[in-house]
């Protein structure tokens, strides 16, 4: 796949841990589960990756938007599936740089502008914060950034074992 442009990609509402898990990596990833499906796959822009799980969809494709079928109901098997099939490599992702609530771009800010929104424990045993200029909501380097780094190192190593 000619990666050149930014990866986009658009989750229909069954794979919520995996568009989590692509937001984490820095992906633009749209994802409204509140929204139907047809509604959703009539309204997702074009030069989207469309991750579906529903046969119907995958059978009757556009072809002029690009589609994958995600076999696993496991959100690690799903993201390894991406992976090898877009070829993927570390390099291509940009992690934590998005809300993983709302798909916005995060960015570094002052410690003082967010005094009394984290707690207080925090504020204090932390230098660096970033904000979500979407839904405001606040990040800090806690132990799940650790936790996320194992699991992304594991899930791109298993990749490349199984080629």
């Not at 919520?16 to 994802?31: D, P, S």
């Not at 079928?69 to 496991?74: D, L, V």
């Not at 009394?116 to 660096?128: C, F, R, S």
């Amino acid at each position: 796949m000619e990666k050149s442009h930014e990866i986009c990609f658009a989750a229909e509402r069954t794979l919520g841990k995996l568009a989590k898990w692509l937001r984490i990596l820095g992906f633009n990833t749209i994802y409204e589960p509140e929204v139907s499906r047809s509604r959703f796959i009539d309204s997702w822009e074009n030069g989207r990756i469309l991750l579906t799980r529903t046969k119907l969809i995958y059978q009757n494709r556009h072809k002029s938007h690009q589609l994958i079928f995600i076999k696993s109901n496991n959100p690690f098997e799903q993201l390894k599936e991406v992976i090898k099939l877009l070829k993927l490599n570390r390099s291509d992702t940009k992690p934590f740089s998005r809300c993983i609530r709302c798909n916005t771009l995060i960015n570094e800010t002052d410690k003082d502008s967010i005094r009394g929104k984290v707690p207080d424990y925090i504020w204090e045993t932390n230098d660096i914060f970033q904000i979500c200029s979407g839904c405001q909501r606040i990040y800090w380097p806690g132990s799940h950034i650790k936790n996320s780094k194992e699991i992304i190192k594991k899930v791109f190593e298993l990749c490349k074992n199984n080629n």
